[in-house]
């Protein structure tokens, strides 16, 4: 704050660099693997109809998020992973982790959306992009990507992930 223009700059390059709205690879990652597939139960206070369904009162309900993740409807070539669909003009904006738009729930939707969205969206990124300009990152070799998932209320990889970093940065002392 003493040096506003030193400031200024350095806002400048991560704008260049990182942008302002570039968190595309993280949504597309949640888009196709949803930490909490089938969100938190819900109970429904009062009969209702939602979509032609009837929802009799105190009705327990999960909320396939997976599914409407993955749904042709919604999605172009639904399996595939391409962050790119984030950054389609005037997309990015529409899917943000608020939940307003029901297409795409990664933390959930309402009152009981999940607490921790600041914190995990920010910790992400900063883990993400540190590992990524730290280290070149491969399989060990002869082996694929295994991406089944256990299920369970957090889904997990059913095969463990191992990947071999290594170092890219010229300073070795950076890594100590
Ligand atoms: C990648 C990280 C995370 C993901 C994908 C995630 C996702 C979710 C989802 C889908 C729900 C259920 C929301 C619903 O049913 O509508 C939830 C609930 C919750 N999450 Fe997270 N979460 C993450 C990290 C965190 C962190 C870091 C915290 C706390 C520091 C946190 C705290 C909570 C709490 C307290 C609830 C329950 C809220 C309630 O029932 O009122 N979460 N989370």
């Not at 396939?64 to 595939?80: C, G, M, Q, T, Y």
Request: hydrophobic content about 40%.
């Amino acid at each position: 704050m003493q040096h506003p223009q030193v400031m200024k700059k350095v806002q400048e390059e991560l704008a260049q660099v990182v942008g302002m709205d570039s968190y595309a690879v993280v949504k597309e990652t949640f888009r196709l693997h949803p930490a909490v597939p089938l969100l938190l139960p819900r109970r429904a206070s009062e009969s209702s109809n939602i979509g032609g369904y009837n929802i009799p009162k105190d009705t327990t309900i999960m909320l396939n998020v997976r599914a409407i993740h993955r749904d042709p409807k919604l999605w172009d070539n639904p399996l595939e992973f391409r962050p790119e669909r984030f950054l389609d003009d005037g997309i990015a904006s529409k899917f943000d982790y608020s939940s307003n738009n029901f297409q795409y729930l990664p933390f959930g939707s309402g009152r009981r959306m999940c607490a921790g969205i600041a914190l995990a969206e920010r910790m992400l990124m900063f883990v993400l992009a540190s590992l990524l300009h730290s280290f070149e990152w491969e399989l060990p070799t002869g082996t694929k990507l295994n991406l089944s998932e256990k299920f369970g209320i957090v889904i997990k990889k059913k095969e463990p992930l191992v990947a071999i970093p290594t170092p890219r940065l010229s300073n070795s002392g950076l890594y100590h």
